[in-house]
């Protein structure tokens, strides 16, 4: 889990991307 976020936006992408490992791309 990489929370390397500035904005808001990636802790998002990486979070969808963690739960269902599609989102985020």
């Known amino acids: ?3 390397q976020v500035g904005n808001g936006l ?4 990486k979070y969808i991307d963690d739960k269902t490992g599609n989102v985020a791309s």
């Open 10 to 13: 990636d802790v998002t992408v």
């Open 1 to 3: 889990m990489g929370t």
